[in-house]
């Protein structure tokens, strides 16, 4: 067994208030105490509404940023893992990123490939792909948002090793939750999407974001859904190892049968 509590910190950041943003994140784990990992939604740093560059500037991290270190800190201090969304500076160009910082490392930074509507008028889309990293014997990938509508990129994550699938979200849309059943289930691995809630509103802007942060098992069960409308924060406990049986039948295994060469014509 590869057990691990991973807590889905469902919540509505202050727009581009990193400061406070990151203390309530804190003051959330101190009040939800007993999770190995703390998955937190797309750009929980920032917010996610944007009105022009210059507000991207405001917020966007370099790699060497002090949040940074303090988050690391914080990760040593309480052995724990923290998983969430910002926007990334990279000498110039910024990326819709999300972190995966544990017990004081950096483990992993990943780019969104797939940028969703306005967000192409101020981000890179990453060439960097999908990668994955392990913690506690136990293999994690991590995509953004939009990334769930396209199957490659949760079968990429599959084929390079994930036991579980990390999932940062800012979901406007009314299909992800759905959808994510189909996505664990025809890659037998788990998924753990962490959604804000409530509404952002900036110039003449405005967005209502669905919650409903979930975690599906490799047979396509939710384990547990959150409200859709409610600041929630629940831990679930999950046997990781069960995503490494990609059998459907005795004689079909997804990934052993996948026939490549028959599917770009």
Not at 170 to 195: G, H, K, S
Request: glycine share 4%; aromatic share 12%.
């Amino acid at each position: 067994m590869k057990e691990v509590k991973i807590a889905l910190v469902q919540f509505k950041p202050n727009h581009l208030n990193i400061e406070k943003n990151l203390e309530r994140s804190f003051d959330l784990i101190e009040q939800n105490q007993g999770a190995d990992i703390y998955l937190f939604p797309e750009l929980y740093l920032s917010g996610y509404l944007f009105t022009s560059i210059e507000e991207v500037k405001k917020v966007a991290l370099r790699s060497d940023n002090i949040v940074f270190d303090t988050i690391k800190k914080y990760t040593k201090d309480k052995k724990i893992a923290i998983i969430g969304g910002y926007a990334e500076d990279e000498s110039g160009r910024f990326f819709n990123s999300a972190f995966f910082i544990a017990e004081g490392e950096f483990l992993l930074n990943y780019r969104k490939v797939h940028l969703f509507n306005e967000e192409k008028l101020f981000f890179s889309p990453s060439f960097n792909g999908y990668k994955v990293t392990k913690y506690r014997d136990i293999n994690f990938g991590i995509m953004i948002c939009f990334d769930w509508i396209f199957p490659e990129a949760a079968r990429t994550l599959t084929l390079k090793g994930a036991n579980i699938i990390l999932h940062p979200s800012n979901l406007v849309l009314p299909y992800c939750q759905d959808a994510m059943i189909t996505r664990a289930l025809e890659n037998r691995v788990f998924i753990a999407t962490c959604n804000r809630v409530g509404t952002e509103k900036v110039g003449k802007k405005k967005l209502a974001f669905t919650g409903k942060s979930q975690i599906v098992d490799p047979s396509g069960k939710r384990l547990i859904q959150l409200p859709s409308s409610k600041e929630t924060v629940k831990i679930v406990k999950i046997d990781a190892s069960l995503s490494e049986n990609k059998n459907i039948t005795n004689l079909n295994n997804l990934l052993q049968d996948r026939r490549p060469d028959q599917y770009i014509m």
